[in-house]
């Protein structure tokens, strides 16, 4: 689990010109989609794994392209800015690394230790570059789709427990959970790099 970086802080709201009727500065362009590349999902199935297994790593490959792609370009103000009090581009993705090493965690039927609830708690925690975050992130997949991979489709239904109530789950259970929780969190990604650019 990476450290807990601090230094960025969020933009200071920006001046207005002095002159009303000098140009404004363009916001910055977004990321251009290549329609012809299928999501991946679409590109057929993984060799070795197992159908009811490879909807997690679909998700998890699609979030590593949509972030890549749309927070290209950001400067660290934009990385860890909070435009109209929305979580920050960063928080989103230091917050999916987290969130899935504790889900993947109860995934193997074990209870989270005292790092993951330290690194809860600073995922809002400004100061980490883009690139460390989409890397820490990238290894969080890894190690989960070696999880996943090594998964008994046999055994979907057997119980789990989350959190410090252990409420019920089952394995299926929590690999729904991962893919949904990953992908919703990819788009408020991408809706507050939409908002930082524009700031």
């Known amino acids: ?13 920006r001046a207005p010109s002095a002159n ?12 251009r989609i290549e ?7 679409m590109r057929g199935p993984l060799p070795g794994v ?9 998700s998890f490959q699609q979030a590593r392209e949509d972030l890549a792609r749309w927070t290209h370009g950001l400067t660290p103000e934009q990385l860890w ?3 109209h009090g929305f979580g920050s581009v960063g928080f989103h993705l230091r917050h999916i690394a987290g969130s899935t090493d504790r889900l993947i965690t109860y995934l193997r039927g074990e209870q989270l230790g005292d790092a993951q609830l330290a690194f809860l708690k600073s995922e809002h925690t400004p100061g980490a570059s883009r690139e460390e975050l989409l890397a820490a992130l990238d290894r969080v997949f890894a190690e989960s789709e070696a999880v996943v ?3 008994d489709p046999a055994k979907l239904a057997e119980p789990r427990f989350v959190g410090r109530k252990h409420l019920p789950s089952t394995v299926i259970g929590l690999l ?9 969190h ?8 939409k908002w930082a650019r524009a700031a």
């Open 35 to 41: 329609p012809s590349i299928p999501e991946p999902w």
């Open 20 to 31: 009303p009727a000098a140009p404004q500065p363009e916001a910055q362009a977004e990321p």
């Open 176 to 184: 729904t959970h991962i893919a949904e929780h990953t992908q919703r």
């Open 149 to 151: 991979r090594a998964l």
């Open 186 to 193: 990819v788009g408020q990604t991408i809706s507050a790099a």
């Open 1 to 13: 689990m990476p450290d807990n970086p601090s230094g960025a802080n969020p933009p200071a709201s």
């Open 50 to 58: 197992d159908p009811l297994l490879a909807p997690l790593l679909y």
């Open 81 to 83: 800015g909070e435009p």
